[in-house]
């Protein structure tokens, strides 16, 4: 019989009803900063805490999946979509930048009431 640390025994296990409340808390932040928020880079950082939240979700559903797979063949899909998830994110950060930095020459703030006075 094989001897378990104290430390190890007694922990608890982390399940993915943890996950889901951490992508859920994470998601409910980022929506509130995106409702709250005036200012456009606290908008942009609301949309990168959904699309955490997203990734989370993913990443916990993948690993579950695999847990109770009947054949236990690694699967990869969950951290892959994570992965195109994170390189959208990076390319609607850089172009959502872009189009804030040419705001801010345009009418000297970031406000995004102000957005109204745009004509296309």
Same mark, same amino acid.
């Given at each position: 019989?094989?001897?378990? #640390?104290?430390?190890?025994?007694?922990? #608890?296990?982390?399940?993915?009803?943890?996950?889901?409340?951490?992508?859920? +808390?994470?998601?409910?932040?980022?929506?509130?900063? $995106? $409702?709250? =928020?005036?200012?456009?880079?606290?908008?942009?950082?609301?949309?990168?805490?959904?699309?955490n939240?997203?990734?989370?979700?993913?990443?916990? +559903?993948?690993?579950?999946?695999?847990?109770?797979s009947?054949?236990? =063949? #690694?699967?990869?899909?969950?951290?892959? @979509?994570?992965? +195109?998830?994170?390189?959208?994110?990076?390319?609607?950060?850089?172009?959502?930048?872009?189009?804030f930095?040419?705001?801010?020459?345009? @009418?000297?703030?970031?406000?995004?009431?102000?957005?109204?006075?745009?004509?296309?």
């Amino acid at each position: 019989m094989e001897l378990i #640390p104290f430390a190890i025994a007694s922990s #608890p296990i982390i399940g993915l009803s943890h996950y889901l409340v951490l992508a859920a +808390f994470i998601f409910v932040c980022g929506l509130l900063s $995106m $409702m709250l =928020k005036r200012n456009a880079i606290g908008i942009l950082m609301g949309v990168e805490l959904i699309l955490n939240a997203a990734n989370i979700n993913l990443v916990a +559903f993948n690993r579950f999946s695999y847990a109770y797979s009947p054949d236990h =063949k #690694p699967m990869l899909d969950g951290q892959v @979509f994570a992965i +195109f998830v994170i390189v959208l994110a990076a390319a609607e950060a850089a172009v959502a930048l872009a189009i804030f930095l040419n705001f801010y020459n345009n @009418f000297n703030t970031i406000d995004v009431e102000r957005a109204q006075n745009l004509r296309g």
